[in-house]
């Protein structure tokens, strides 16, 4: 199994930056992909940005230039850096990891908990 531990979140004013991190422990062989997502009341998850094993990310239109995603892989650890916050980023905050471990070899997608990032005056 894989476990997942977010940290990061909380209320923010707009404009301000927050960093999300999210470390993945367990029985892992590799990491192919790790990713954030979000999903905001009334709405679905949505992608935010995604980090794979060589490094390559793509980003969510909406957070181009705002959000940088960056990865330890020492540590199996994502980080999201979130500038230039607005009150429509407001959502739980998702990540997952893409891995395969000593259990279940096939790559499977692992989720945690969920952190709550709140932009509001």
């Known amino acids: 199994q894989v476990q997942l531990v977010e940290s990061g979140g909380g209320l923010v004013q707009p404009g301000g930056s927050l960093r999300l991190s999210c470390a993945a422990s367990g029985s892992i062989l590799s990491v192919s992909a790790m990713a954030w997502y979000r999903q905001a009341p009334g709405k679905q998850r949505e992608l935010v940005a995604r980090?794979?094993?060589?490094?390559?990310?793509n980003y969510a239109d909406s957070v181009k230039g705002r959000f940088t995603i960056s990865r330890d892989n020492t540590k199996n650890t994502v980080f999201l850096q979130m500038n230039s916050l607005k009150p429509e980023d407001t959502a739980v905050y998702y990540c997952n990891v893409d891995a395969s471990t000593e259990v279940v070899i096939t790559t499977t997608r692992y989720w945690g908990q969920g952190t709550q990032v709140t932009v509001s005056s």
């Open positions: 980090i794979i094993w060589n490094g390559n990310t």
